[in-house]
């Protein structure tokens, strides 16, 4: 096999705005459904990033 191994689906936490957004973008690159613990943290530092990623069809929901 040749070149990076494809991103998968994971669960994963990050604590703080910096990671939680690393993690977001990573799972957006994925294959399947990431659950990001920690999320509320993007709502502090990034709140108009959500609404961006979800105009350019990216499901993001929170629970």
Do not use: C
């Not at 669960?11 to 399947?32: M, N, Y």
């Amino acid at each position: 096999m040749q070149g990076p191994s494809a991103l998968t689906a994971a669960h994963v936490a990050g604590e703080g705005i910096p990671t939680v957004a690393a993690l977001l973008t990573a799972a957006l690159a994925a294959d399947g459904i990431s659950n990001i613990q920690g999320f509320y943290h993007l709502q502090r530092g990034y709140s108009a990033l959500l609404p961006k990623l979800a105009a350019l069809d990216a499901e993001l929901t929170q629970h």
